[in-house]
């Protein structure tokens, strides 16, 4: 009965590859985010969906492309992988107009070789 | 803009001993305040938060007080575990329209130490 699951946990990878994480909430919120953790612990807002719509898009390179096929779900596809791509990607929901913060997902450590 | 300062870290302290960790923020408008918890290998986990200045949010032993006139949010401990080793972060929510986003302070690593 996870609440904010991503997959996949791991992903290795080479430079130049594509690739895809998927996120799935069953909370019942109407809004997504992705998040990116480096390696001090930083974490910085990359993107955010409400009900499918894209609300917050922050300077992050156009190789990084979310995709919300509804509003449960928030897949982060990565074009052209870099080595400075490498970090902890966090998923993330949360209802709109409630106070109560959001919802993260495990994370998805990428590891770009 | 809205931000967040948590003193750096890492924190290192003995079983049983007062934690403090410091958190300031500057925000246009009211936000509502939180503390998340980082254990290794793990995700964000919400700790405790508070809505309005005054409030004191409190959970596991934790305790962090809404301070408007100080803009703070300082997190405390009176006994600290081993368990309680991880990376603690501060963050404000501000709602803008359909644009809410929660903005995070730098984490402050914690160490207990048996």
């Known amino acids: 009965d996870t609440a904010v699951s991503q997959t996949p946990k791991y992903l290795v990878t080479q430079m130049g590859n594509d690739k895809s994480i998927k996120c799935e909430q069953n909370?019942?919120?109407?809004?997504m985010y992705w998040y990116k953790q480096d390696s001090k612990k930083f974490l910085k807002i990359m993107f955010s969906?409400?009900?499918?719509?894209?609300?917050i898009n922050e300077t992050v390179p156009n190789r990084f492309s979310p995709k919300s096929p509804d509003k449960a779900h928030l897949n982060l596809h990565i074009n052209s992988l870099e080595l400075g791509d490498s970090a902890v990607y966090f998923c993330?929901?949360?209802?709109?107009?409630?106070?109560?913060?959001?919802?993260f997902g495990s994370g998805t450590r990428l590891t770009v070789v | 803009g809205n931000s967040v300062t948590q003193m750096e870290g890492p924190v290192t302290l003995s079983e049983e001993a007062f934690l403090t960790i410091n958190c300031t923020y500057t925000?246009?408008?009211?936000?509502?305040l939180f503390w998340y918890v980082q254990y290794p290998g793990e995700g964000l986990q919400l700790l405790l938060k508070?809505?309005?200045?005054?409030d004191k949010g409190s959970n596991k032993g934790f305790e962090a007080t809404y301070r408007k006139e100080t803009t703070s949010f300082h997190l405390e401990k009176g006994s600290v575990q081993v368990s309680d080793s991880a990376v603690y972060f501060c963050?404000?929510?501000?709602?803008?329209?359909?644009?809410?986003?929660?903005?995070f302070g730098s984490g402050t690593q914690l160490t207990v130490l048996p």
């Open positions: 993330a929901s949360s209802q709109h107009g409630t106070s109560y913060g959001y919802t």
């Open positions: 909370l019942g919120h109407d809004t």
């Open positions: 969906y409400n009900n499918k719509e894209l609300i």
């Open positions: 925000a246009t408008g009211y936000p509502s």
């Open positions: 508070a809505t309005k200045a005054d």
């Open positions: 963050a404000l929510l501000i709602s803008s329209g359909s644009a809410r986003q929660l903005t």
